[in-house]
C-alpha cells in the first residue's frame, strides 16, 4: 500500500518525478539524522527533529525546488531569497544534471545552524 510521502512523489509529472527522487537520496543520504515526511501536501526533511529543507514547485515554470529552512543565513549565488523572510530557495532545472556540488554544500552549511 503507497502511503501519503510516496502519493506526494508520484503524482508529480516527468521529468519532475524522477528529479525529486533523485533529489530525496541527496538529501538523505546527508546524514543519517535525516527524516522525511509529509507536512503541508509536501515532502519535508528533518535533521536532528528541526524543520531542514522541502520540496515545492515554481507556480509559473513548475520546476521544482528545495527550500532551505533558515536560509537568510546562508550566503551562496545558487540561493534565492525572493521575498521571504527566512528561507531562500535553490531551484532545479529538471531537465538538466542536479548541481550536486552545490547543493550539498549549501545543505551542509545549513546543519551548522541546527
Not at 86 to 95: A, E, G, T, V
Request: charged content about 30%.
Amino acid at each position: 500500500m503507497i502511503n501519503d510521502l510516496e502519493k506526494a512523489y508520484a503524482k508529480q509529472e516527468e521529468p519532475n518525478r524522477s528529479c525529486l527522487f533523485a533529489l530525496r537520496e541527496i538529501i538523505l543520504g546527508l546524514s543519517p539524522e535525516l527524516t522525511e515526511s509529509l507536512k503541508y501536501g509536501m515532502p519535508f526533511f528533518s535533521y536532528k527533529g528541526k524543520m531542514f529543507c522541502y520540496f515545492w514547485k515554481d507556480k509559473k515554470t513548475k520546476e521544482p525546488y528545495v527550500g532551505v529552512m533558515k536560509g537568510s543565513l546562508i550566503t551562496h549565488s545558487k540561493l534565492e531569497q525572493g521575498n521571504r523572510s527566512m528561507i531562500k530557495i535553490f531551484r532545479i532545472d529538471p531537465n538538466k544534471d542536479i548541481p550536486i556540488k552545490e547543493l550539498t554544500t549549501v545543505l551542509q552549511a545549513m546543519k551548522l545552524y541546527l
